[in-house]
């Protein structure tokens, strides 16, 4: 489990301004700070990954750099998950990308997902990174995952979250042991309609408008 702001950076301002019922008046300040999140994130997974050396030329001598061995493969749920994945894809820029479309099913007493779209690249032997910026039960992500199995199986699973409830965390790191959690803060509970306590409200309306 990493958390990213356990100790104080500039994520902790980021983070700070996506609860802010005032900035979140600003929805693209809002995206930006997603987008943000997602870059020290990738960033600090980036240092977890595989590299090759290799011979650069310069202008003036020959050196040696390390390159990643290959782009890990970028997965997120539509359509809150969209500025967060951008702020992956900023960093990781040559890699492939996954999407899924999935939603909670309302007023059932138990959370029930649907997941209606999902489109990917091969998976097998690859570093899979699923980011979605809300992991409240963890079922979404759970299912979401098992869903892309279909395509293959990672050598390497990371699964990143801007909020986490510690019910949600447990459920995932149950549910999918191999995957490696990366959060920027673990909030208080869930309530009882399994929402995020602060929490920071629907990361889908506040970046693109409400919905009917």
């Not at 493969?73 to 996954?98: C, E, W």
């Not at 209606?116 to 990174?129: G, M």
Request: a negative charge.
């Amino acid at each position: 489990m990493h958390v990213v702001c356990a100790e104080p950076s500039i994520a902790n301002h980021f983070l700070a301004e996506l609860r802010d019922k005032e900035v979140q008046k600003d929805s693209l300040r809002f995206r930006r700070n997603l987008q943000r999140l997602g870059e020290i994130i990738a960033y600090r997974i980036s240092a977890h990954l595989s590299y090759t050396d290799k011979v650069i030329q310069t202008p003036l001598a020959e050196t040696t750099g390390k390159l990643l061995h290959d782009f890990p493969i970028l997965a997120t749920v539509l359509r809150a998950g969209l500025p967060f994945h951008q702020g992956f894809l900023n960093y990781f820029d040559q890699s492939p990308s996954a999407f899924v479309a999935a939603y909670r099913i309302e007023g059932t007493a138990q959370v029930q997902v649907q997941v209606d779209y999902l489109s990917a690249p091969s998976l097998d032997e690859r570093v899979l990174i699923l980011v979605d910026p809300m992991l409240a039960s963890g079922k979404s992500l759970v299912q979401t995952y098992r869903a892309m199995l279909r395509f293959g199986m990672p050598r390497q699973v990371h699964i990143a979250a801007v909020i986490a409830s510690p019910e949600g965390l447990a459920y995932v790191a149950r549910e999918i042991p191999e995957a490696n959690l990366w959060v920027a803060a673990i909030d208080e509970r869930l309530n009882e309609q399994a929402y995020i306590i602060p929490g920071l409200g629907d990361a889908g309306d506040l970046s693109y408008g409400s919905k009917l």
